[in-house]
T-cell receptor, first 116, second 114 residues
Framework: NAGVTQTPKFQVLKTGQSMTLQCAQDMNHNSMYWYRQDPGMGLRLIYYSASEGTTDKGEVPNGYNVSRLNKREFSLRLESAAPSQTSVYFC???????????????FGPGTRLTVT | QQQVKQSPQSLIVQKGGISIINCAYENTAFDYFPWYQQFPGKGPALLIAIRPDVSEKKEGRFTISFNKSAKQFSLHIMDSQPGDSATYFCAATDRGSTLGRLYFGRGTQLTVWP
């Protein structure tokens, strides 16, 4: 099992450009999440999806959109990138209904995005 | 408004020493408290977790202490090793929610000197 995979690993964008960060999980989890990590700010939730077909805003959703394409895939789109969106982006998944580790989130390796 | 407050932001400990990281929360609906460990260039991974029906949970050199009345919990790393150098995040959630959303602290960067 690959767990949670993210593409690309690195990306440099110019201000105003758009891009989509891809995330996929092979653990059959219902819930998926997008976080950004900035120095001193910890992990901040951008959007999450409790199940296929549903998405909800997290703590810092402005400037982002998401698509829960199917149960496996959850993408994050930056329509018009800004320097403030320079960050490391993590995708995660979890299965709330699992008895053993019901709230454990499994994280991908991250995407380092720089907006110039 | 930050749901979980974590301190210190950074911590330097000598090899063999005890590392202590503290977290506090306000939301009394929170009833599950995990800690995540993140190595440079990697995603966070679950380290240890506690439910509020116990005051302490120990796994090897890692111990969570939980004080329900004070709404505080802490991670203790005994006999700290250079390999423990990482960023640690505390988190909290409400098990009654089906969303599975975790509320993270801002993280503590631990450096263990050999």
């Amino acid at each position: 099992n690959a767990g949670v995979t993210q593409t690309p690993k690195f990306q440099v964008l110019k201000t105003g450009q758009s891009m989509t960060l891809q995330c996929a999980q092979d653990m059959n989890h219902n819930s998926m999440y997008w976080y950004r990590q900035d120095p001193g700010m910890g992990l901040r939730l951008i959007y999450y999806s409790a199940s296929e077909g549903t998405t909800d805003k997290g703590e810092v959703p402005n400037g982002y959109n998401v698509s829960r394409l199917n149960k496996r895939e959850f993408s994050l789109r930056l329509e018009s990138a800004a320097p403030s969106q320079t960050s490391v982006y993590f995708c995660a998944s979890s299965e709330v209904r699992t008895a053993v580790s019901p709230y454990e989130q499994y994280f991908g390796p991250g995407t380092r995005l720089t907006v110039t | 408004q930050q749901q979980v407050k974590q301190s210190p932001q950074s911590l330097i400990v000598q090899k063999g020493g005890i590392s202590i990281i503290n977290c506090a929360y306000e939301n009394t609906a929170f009833d599950y408290f995990p800690w995540y460990q993140q190595f440079p260039g990697k995603g966070p991974a679950l380290l240890i977790a506690i439910r509020p029906d116990v005051s302490e949970k120990k796994e090897g050199r890692f111990t969570i202490s939980f004080n329900k009345s004070a709404k505080q919990f802490s991670l203790h790393i005994m006999d700290s090793q250079p390999g423990d150098s990482a960023t640690y995040f505390c988190a909290a959630t409400d098990r009654g929610s089906t969303l599975g959303r975790l509320y993270f602290g801002r993280g503590t960067q631990l450096t263990v000197w050999p």
